[in-house]
């Protein structure tokens, strides 16, 4: 795919944004396809940045650096795709529960989720259930990513389950959970379709949810 693939690659895993932002631009200056960028460097880079988190290579700093760096060039390469008429390979809706003001690991996994080509629609934090349940209706998603990282927030994850149920949408959205108090079991107590440990395997159980 040529140098300029893997050293855009390189930069963006180490977060180095504003590096980032200006090879994009000259790759693109030199016409090189959006869709390309972003299958031949932004993805394969995110999907190392997930590794080496997992591998505890890379810690929460190196991780925010890495999405930031992507982030500036998704938001250069975003007008560019939809006048291209390149289709997102789903929607993502993602959000803290109603109670928990604790938005670092969401931005992560909705960053991550971009990189890897999905739509997302940010509901930000402290989301009330009902207000979950009427976006889930209006902007039907394929994936709600509910995070908390307290375990008296996790709870009202059950209620927003519960709101999407009242509404009549849990049939037509997949849920995924995620944040530190939980676990595997308490995603299934609760009805949940994934758990997220963390953002990497997060965007691994979104794309096998839509697969």
Do not use: W
């Amino acid at each position: 795919m040529g140098d300029r693939y893997a050293e855009l690659k390189e930069i963006v895993i180490n977060g180095k944004r504003d590096d980032a932002t200006a090879l994009l631009q000259e790759m693109l200056n030199g016409g090189e396809d959006p869709k390309k960028i972003i299958d031949g460097s932004l993805i394969p880079a995110m999907d190392v940045v997930g590794e080496n988190f997992q591998k505890n290579v890379f810690f929460i700093p190196e991780l925010l650096v890495a999405a930031r760096a992507m982030e500036g060039c998704l938001k250069i390469l975003e007008p560019l795709l939809k006048k291209g008429d390149v289709k997102p390979v789903g929607k993502a809706m993602a959000c803290t529960v109603k109670g928990d003001l604790h938005d670092i690991g969401k931005n992560i996994v909705a960053a991550m989720l971009k990189g890897a080509g999905f739509e997302i629609v940010d509901l930000g934090n402290d989301a009330d259930p009902a207000k979950i349940a009427a976006a889930v209706a209006e902007h039907s998603p394929d994936i709600l990513c509910l995070s908390a990282l307290l375990t008296t927030t996790m709870r009202n994850m059950k209620d927003t389950i519960q709101a999407l149920e009242q509404k009549g949408v849990r049939g037509k959205v997949k849920v995924m959970v995620g944040g530190a108090p939980l676990t595997q079991k308490y995603a299934d107590e609760i009805g949940a379709d994934a758990f997220g440990r963390d953002a990497a395997e997060a965007v691994k159980k979104a794309r096998e949810l839509i697969a």
